[in-house]
């Protein structure tokens, strides 16, 4: 592959999709091994404002995780495989729109709350941040989705994501 100056790793879509696929995997497995050590911490802090919520069980939180961890992926094993199609830059972003805001709320959101590391806090900033942001740029740059197509598709998945719970 030509490494020169208009063809660098982030402007590779199977790169990116590999990337992306290696963030979510270390973004749900570091959550993984967070939760049972550190807890929740939005959870905690409403409990101490003597607001009564509780998480589920372990076993469904694990299952929670697994499941966003695989469906994405999935999504993007199908949406990177072949030539480029618009609903596949589509899924793309999307998905990667849906991590992108999933650093917002709840991790650095979380995170500034407690003042100090919610589960997930580091991944989220320090892989899913660049690696969401330069999927997207490629999805848009490349010129397959029209800017307003990109931007509404990504509105609607990330806002449908979080309306159902998310990872």
């Not at 030539?83 to 589509?90: E, I, P, S, V, Y």
């Not at 959101?109 to 991944?123: E, F, N, R, S």
């Not at 740029?137 to 010129?143: L, S």
């Not at 998945?157 to 990872?167: E, Q, V």
């Amino acid at each position: 592959m030509d490494a020169g100056p208009d063809h660098r790793w982030w402007d590779d879509r199977p790169r990116l999709v590999v990337a992306l696929t290696v963030a979510i995997a270390l973004h749900n497995f570091e959550e993984w091994l967070a939760f049972p050590r550190v807890g929740e911490p939005f959870g905690a802090l409403l409990r101490s404002w003597g607001v009564a919520v509780s998480l589920p069980p372990w076993p469904i939180m694990q299952a929670g995780l697994a499941g966003a961890t695989l469906v994405p992926i999935a999504l993007l094993w199908i949406a990177g495989r072949g030539g480029r199609l618009w609903w596949k830059d589509a899924i793309l972003a999307g998905v990667a729109a849906v991590f992108l805001v999933n650093v917002m709320v709840p991790h650095l959101i979380a995170g500034i709350i407690v003042g100090g590391y919610a589960p997930g806090l580091v991944t989220a900033l320090f892989l899913n941040l660049p690696v969401c942001s330069l999927m997207i740029r490629h999805v848009a740059r490349a010129g397959a989705l029209a800017l307003p197509l990109t931007t509404g598709t990504l509105l609607l998945l990330a806002a449908l994501f979080h309306r159902g719970g998310g990872a």
